[in-house]
């Protein structure tokens, strides 16, 4: 399989790791984000729901290790030499009498990367309490300390090629948008809505086909659109109803969102009064998405012009976006929200999310956008008016 990118560019993208691991005091680095194992090494595999990891010492090209039926996906989607990809027995699968993680620390004593400090990402989906202590268990000696989200803050500024990807992506999710609102009608159930949705993400554009997405489309309606994270049913869709759809196309892992909402009938003088809100302050906030503006400074504008139309919104507005597997597709690193001191560099990737939920309806007009020197630029091209039907 083709790597996505240049061996200079994962070269360069080691590098920057592991100058962040000098800065955190780290010798070793153990990787379980299938997103940072990804942009590290291009390792793709639907593996994740088993131990696996990348692990950057402090020479030589990083491993990889997990399960033995994965270690064929690693030699087939990363560039690491045969030697630098390590397997443990399938019987440490899901096996509550040993841990794989005793191997881990085995292959880090024979590669003379036991002694330490070696970080771990604590606070991950991917790496359990039951790691942790089987570490510490293994390694008594070593200093294990959290590097969460330290190859994460890496990914943040994304490459021209990475850009290209997410621009794919983007058109992806045009073509999704233009099915909905080809398709949805009252009477029509919400699965069967969901199935064009998903044809039209896999099916893509003639230049790439589509990934499955880090977050399946989200998609409630009416009362149920008060829920910011519900997903569909199998019940038709009713005139005087809303729906808004959170949704993103994906090219080769990489996403890039933009949610819209529907309403079937005439829709409540209180969701176009918060739509012109909304729309209000995401031209503002992109305006003022430059480098060197904080994230908390684009929040502020932003929440600025809520409060002058008298709209409340309590969540964050907005959360770095790009490559990702499940369960999330946000970097987890900034967010637009006040009094985060990020400042913003230009060709970082966020997905502005100015969602507003009421105890009666939900509107999602989102947008996922590049930084650059005349403000945040859309990467779609999808009308933010709500589409009354």
Known sequence: MKLLFTDTEYAERLAKVRSAMARAGVETLIVTDPSNMNWLTGYDGWSFYVHQAVIVGPDAEPLWWGRPMDAVGARLTTYLEDQSILSYADDYVQNPLKHPYETLAAALKDHGWAAGPIGVEMDNYYFSAKCLETLRAELPQTNIIDTTALVNWQRAVKSPGELALMRQAAAITEKMHER?????????RKCD?????????????????????AIVPLAPSGKEAAAAHLTWDDRPMKAGEGTFFEISGVVRRYHAPACRSLFFGNPP???????????????????????????????????????????IKDSRAGYPIGLSYPPDWGERTMSLRRGDTTPLQENMTLHFMPAI???????????????TPSGGKPLSNVSRELCVK
């Open 180 to 188: 909905i609102r080809e398709t949805a009608e009252p009477g029509m």
């Open 193 to 213: 809505l969901v199935a064009e949705i998903y044809d039209a993400a896999l099916r893509g554009i003639p230049e790439a086909g589509g990934d499955y997405p």
């Open 269 to 311: 003088q209180a969701m176009f009064e918060a739509e012109k809100a909304v729309l209000e302050g995401l031209e503002t906030g992109l305006a003022a998405a430059t480098p060197g503006t904080t994230c908390g400074e684009v929040a502020e504008v932003f929440f600025g012009v809520l409060a002058k139309h008298g709209v």
């Open 357 to 371: 939920w009421t105890d009666e309806w939900g509107l999602e007009t989102t947008e996922t956008f590049v930084v």
